[in-house]
């Protein structure tokens, strides 16, 4: 076989991956686009609120149930994923660390998430049976995180990819019913998402079941494993994970219903980048990795100008025609014209240092300064903003995130720089017989 042969065979399979990826992926993501527009749409403001909230508070719990313990299962195990006897003693573990973090998260959201909800003067019987929803969705939302990663590590991504489109496009279909009927609220709305998240925890939880084939045995040293392969990244995890809701925090926190439910619907449109954002660690990181150190100067200010143009005209867009995204939305936020451009361009910001980090860890330009700079940044914006600004509003918070935008990508800009002139952090000697005892 000749050498132009080899390439032609590597660069099919991963034509393949990426095809696969952009077809499976960009269905299942246009289904729960489309869901959460429809749900924008049709739900009155005060109804759009408890939508918003609900699942605001559930992305920072399913963080927190996690804290990056699947992401360790895979780089644990290595090449020996035909070992399946380690791949589920392994996912035991991970499983009894799940359930140790609910035990801890699940009080913890009895008792905060009345407090936390209480400006918005909901009755008590609404108040518990979020509450109820989301220690029902967190946890599935845990097992499909746990068992999907066993699809992963047995390279079964079919299966992985099918049961997000199928939750993707029957919740959609569901919705539609529900809305046929005149039954449309949102305790309904909410229910039909939390089905998909029920539906895939189950799928992942059975198809992993049956590519193992055995039964997994907990044991400390291998919760010790996931958790010392994890506990490096824990502050940065804890972090984000309020951090990505914090508009919303801080408008249940100080605002009112509408404001509540303005920076949900507003925040729908921010989802528009989530395909770019996934895409760039599968095209984008594996070509800035291999590529030779002649040729990456010109390439990663090439990627920088083409993303700059690319987030400058989708910022240029929401400033000049905010009706365009405004019309998704529907007419209960059609008055947000301002606030749309502060939502896009903050939004075209982060994506833009999405995209840097990607292209810096590939390089390996990581260095521990730059993850303390962006939280110290961060903290340092929202302070002022709580102490000196109307956090009520939602002009107040998006300006507050466009804030937190800029700092993000001066931080990320510094980092290239400092990766160019320094180099790249260099990589550490560990023995073998280090490596032999971490896989243990």
Not at 414 to 432: D, H, L, N, S
Request: hydrophobic share 55%; glycine share 8%; with cysteine.
């Amino acid at each position: 076989m000749t050498q132009l042969q080899s390439w032609k065979i590597f660069l099919a399979s991963k034509l393949h991956r990426v095809v696969e990826f952009l077809v499976n992926q960009g269905i299942t993501m246009a289904g729960n686009l489309i869901y959460g527009f429809l749900c924008v749409r049709m739900l009155p403001i005060p109804e759009y609120a408890k939508f918003a909230v609900v699942f605001g508070v559930m992305g920072t719990i399913t963080v927190l149930m996690d804290i990056s313990f699947t992401s360790a299962l895979l780089p644990l195990i290595g090449e020996r994923i035909d070992d399946r006897q380690l791949i589920a003693d392994y996912v035991a573990s991970l499983r009894q660390l799940a359930r140790w973090l609910y035990l801890l998260m699940a009080p913890f959201t009895i008792v905060a998430y009345p407090l936390f909800v209480h400006r918005l003067h909901w009755s008590w019987g609404v108040v518990a049976a979020m509450v109820a929803i989301l220690l029902v969705a967190s946890w599935c939302g845990r097992l499909s995180g746990a068992y999907g990663a066993v699809l992963i590590v047995r390279r079964d991504r079919k299966s992985w990819y099918r049961a997000q489109m199928v939750s993707s496009l029957g919740t959609l279909a569901l919705l539609g019913v529900v809305w046929s009927t005149h039954r449309l609220s949102a305790f309904s709305a909410i229910i039909i998402n939390v089905l998909g998240i029920v539906y895939v925890a189950l799928v992942y939880f059975l198809r992993a079941r049956r590519l193992l084939g055995v039964t997994g045995s907990p044991s400390r040293e291998k919760r010790n494993a996931i958790i010392h392969l994890s506990l490096p990244g824990l502050p940065n995890v804890i972090f984000y994970a309020f951090q990505g809701q914090i508009a919303l925090l801080l408008i249940t926190i100080f605002g009112h219903v509408r404001e509540v439910a303005s920076i949900g619907a507003l925040g729908r449109l921010s989802q528009l980048f989530v395909l770019f954002a996934q895409m760039t660690p599968l095209l984008i990181e594996p070509y800035f990795a291999s590529l030779p150190g002649a040729r990456l100067k010109r390439n990663y200010l090439g990627l920088i100008g083409t993303e700059a143009l690319f987030c400058l005209f989708i910022a240029g867009m929401a400033h000049s025609f905010p009706g365009l995204f405004l019309w998704v939305l529907g007419h209960n936020y059609s008055g947000l014209q301002y606030e749309v451009f502060l939502l896009m361009a903050a939004s075209s910001i982060l994506y833009f240092c999405g995209v840097l980090w990607v292209v810096h860890n590939a390089r390996r330009f990581v260095y521990w300064w730059n993850g303390a700079a962006v939280i110290t940044l961060t903290l340092a914006v929202q302070v002022f903003f709580i102490c000196k600004a109307d956090v009520s509003s939602v002009r107040g918070i998006l300006t507050m995130n466009l804030w937190i935008a800029y700092a993000n990508v001066l931080v990320a800009l510094c980092t290239g720089i400092y990766g160019f002139v320094y180099g790249p952090r260099a990589m550490a000697k560990i023995p073998a017989s280090a490596v032999e005892s971490n896989y243990a």
